[in-house]
């Protein structure tokens, strides 16, 4: 059984910094592409970073580059988000993802998931 769970979520004001993790479990971890995305309410599931299996090479979009920071720990099989300069806009449910594959920025190209941790971030 593949189990992915995030924690590190809560309340924080604009400007704080939070560090999502992902533990994972049930799977070769190093051999997956894992990635995070959010999802505000009333809106679409949207990426926001990429951390490469294996080597870790991380991508982002743009909403979050220079703010936030993907990275793996594989010998903890823990995949975390460091989020810096938070702003009201981040606020969002983040998810953890997983696939056995090199995988991009689409929410349909990850297998497994997480059940999500609440950021939200007051002006």
């Known amino acids: 059984q593949v189990h992915l769970v995030e924690s590190g979520g809560g309340l924080v004001q604009t400007g704080d910094s939070l560090r999502l993790s992902c533990a994972v479990s049930?799977?070769?971890?190093?051999?997956?592409?894992m990635a995070w995305f959010r999802q505000a309410p009333g809106k679409e599931r949207d990426f926001v970073a990429r951390?490469?299996?294996?080597?870790?090479?991380?991508l982002y979009a743009d909403s979050v580059k220079g703010r936030f920071t993907g990275s793996r720990d594989n010998a903890k099989n823990t995949v975390y988000l460091q989020m810096n300069s938070l702003k009201p806009e981040d606020t969002a449910v983040y998810y953890c993802?997983?696939?056995?594959?090199?995988?991009?920025?689409?929410?349909?190209?990850?297998?497994?998931w997480g059940q999500g941790t609440q950021v939200t971030v007051s002006s």
């Open positions: 993802a997983a696939d056995l594959s090199f995988r991009g920025v689409q929410e349909n190209e990850y297998e497994y």
């Open positions: 049930g799977l070769t971890f190093s051999g997956y592409t």
């Open positions: 951390i490469g299996r294996f080597s870790g090479i991380t």
